[in-house]
């Protein structure tokens, strides 16, 4: 009977306590609206990334192309929507992860050679530069500090993917929110370079580059990236992500065609030659990954022909800047002046080359038009940054990514093997690129790069069983042709590939047989 009254008392008091949160909350819908809103929105993201953590992922991927070229302090003091985003999805992750670990729950997080690879260039970038400038006395301003962040920021996404996803499952909705947000960019690039349905006048408001919104008319797709080079590589990126999934045979086929010809398309709606040369790499990359490179390239020519017919104009006006008579064109010399001018006499200057200037990447102009001169060359900007170390650490940076994403392509037929061959893809244009500007570092297009090199080291232990199932496949075939002395009769070779469902033939350049219904959508991998 006492239990009664006690649960008859509880569900007494459940309609006053409604109550006086409802008339609370109304008061501060009436006081504070747009406070009150953020709040209740801020407290539904916490509450869903504690019960599912793939949404953190999901979040990141689906809206930073989105949010990511609004410009600091117009939403939020200090920061671009997306890095609040960003901080606060990771506060939440740490939190959950603590709460686990005092319940007693033992958590998995492998820190593979991509995290110390990536951790070398942030280091580089940030510490060292911090430091050679105090033992310099240099004065330290705010905007070295923020760049100095730059790469730990896009560690950090690393990290949100990384421990949010678990399942195959969920690395393959992560690919699709990824292509889906991308395809907005490109219809939107592709509308804004050829001046149509007011979409310049309409991307002023939040998205113009630096605060200038003339520079949105001069047809260049510089869309919600706020930077037409950007959205080039963000364009490239995901043609990768699409022609993987479609060579490996995946569903949805017309949509990927469908997503092949509008990312082709928006990268020439990006007005830049680095992202037509983004999209001709991503192109050669996934086809020699995926064996079929000749295939591939005469699949892309009629695509390449559609888009340069409807991209007609804005190829016109950017091939017009060739008539300068100097063999190069107008912008690509104004971007050496400036080198010349600005970055290279104090780069070159008392060894400042070995380690560095400082982290800010730009001086102020002279001029009374432009505030800033920024550097555009991305081999100068890791000199000028962290010197010597910094670019040492970049190629290592590069190789151990190559390496391990090409292995990963290899070994596995599902999402994560297209999310590898898509890093691969991305990796490789960027190690092109960054002899024109900082690839690295591009915001949208480098959130995406990390996020696919997450998605690609994700499910923990089968990562690290992949690895070594294609270098077991690789050294059995490297045998097979009479370049390494290992015999196919290995234990620990022919054991691992046995484990994991691989046959012992594929050639030179072994392609995974094991078929993705060893591991049905959903299944934990890890």
Excluded at 117 to 123: E, G, P, Y
Excluded at 462 to 467: D, E, V, W, Y
Excluded at 491 to 496: D, M
Excluded at 511 to 522: D, I, T, Y
Aim: charged share 15%; aromatic share 8%.
């Amino acid at each position: 009977m006492g239990m009664a009254r006690a649960g008859s008392r509880e569900r007494g008091l459940v309609l006053p306590v409604t109550g006086v949160a409802i008339f609370v909350l109304a008061a501060a819908l009436v006081v504070a609206p747009a406070i009150t809103v953020a709040g209740v929105m801020v407290a539904v993201l916490v509450g869903a990334v504690v019960v599912r953590p793939q949404i953190a992922a999901y979040l990141l991927l689906a809206t930073t192309p989105l949010i990511v070229g609004m410009d600091r302090g117009l939403v939020l003091p200090l920061l671009r929507p997306n890095e609040a985003l960003g901080l606060v999805l990771a506060a939440v992750l740490i939190c959950r992860g603590l709460i686990r670990l005092t319940s007693g729950e033992r958590l998995r997080v492998r820190f593979t050679k991509i995290d110390g690879s990536i951790l070398l260039i942030a280091v580089s970038s940030s510490l060292f530069p911090l430091l050679w400038m105090m033992v310099r006395r240099r004065p330290i301003t705010q905007d070295d500090l923020l760049y100095a962040l730059t790469l730990w920021k896009f560690y950090g996404i690393y990290l949100i993917v990384k421990t949010s996803i678990r399942t195959e499952e969920q690395v393959r909705r992560c690919l699709w929110l990824s292509m889906g947000s991308a395809g907005v960019v490109a219809a939107i690039a592709i509308l804004q370079s050829l001046q149509l349905f007011n979409v310049p006048s309409l991307l002023s408001t939040y998205y113009a580059p630096f605060g200038k919104e003339t520079a949105l008319g001069i047809s260049r797709g510089t869309s919600t990236l706020a930077s037409s080079i950007a959205t080039g590589d963000l364009m490239a990126f995901n043609l990768g992500i699409a022609m993987a999934w479609l060579l490996r045979g995946g569903s949805r086929r017309s949509v990927l065609v469908a997503a092949i010809g509008l990312f082709a398309v928006g990268g020439l709606a990006s007005g830049q030659f680095s992202g037509v040369i983004a999209v001709i790499v991503v192109v050669a990359s996934v086809g020699l990954l995926t064996g079929r490179l000749t295939r591939t390239a005469l699949a892309m020519l009629p695509v390449a022909l559609m888009g340069g017919l409807v991209m007609q104009p804005v190829i016109e006006r950017r091939l017009s800047g060739f008539q300068s008579g100097r063999g190069l064109p107008n912008s690509w010399l104004d971007r050496l002046e400036n080198l010349r001018t600005y970055f290279w006499p104090e780069l070159f200057s008392n060894f400042n080359f070995v380690l560095g200037v400082r982290p800010t990447a730009r001086v102020p102009a002279p001029e009374v038009w432009r505030q800033y001169v920024w550097i555009e060359s991305g081999h100068t900007w890791l000199l000028w940054n962290g010197g010597i170390p910094l670019l040492a650490a970049f190629f290592v940076f590069l190789w151990i990514s190559l390496r391990t994403t090409a292995h990963v392509s290899r070994a596995s037929d599902d999402a994560v093997g297209v999310a590898a061959t898509a890093a691969f893809a991305a990796l490789v244009a960027v190690g092109v690129l960054m002899t024109l500007d900082p690839h690295l570092t591009l915001r949208g297009a480098a959130d995406h790069l990390f996020a696919l090199l997450a998605l690609t080291t994700a499910l923990g232990e089968k990562f690290a069983a992949r690895t070594r199932v294609a270098a077991g496949r690789t050294e059995l075939s490297r045998h097979e042709w009479g370049l390494a002395p290992a015999s196919p009769d290995d234990p620990q070779l022919v054991g691992a590939l046995d484990a994991h469902g691989g046959d012992h033939g594929d050639g030179p350049f072994p392609a995974a047989r094991r078929s993705s219904r060893r591991n049905p959508p959903g299944a934990p991998l890890d």
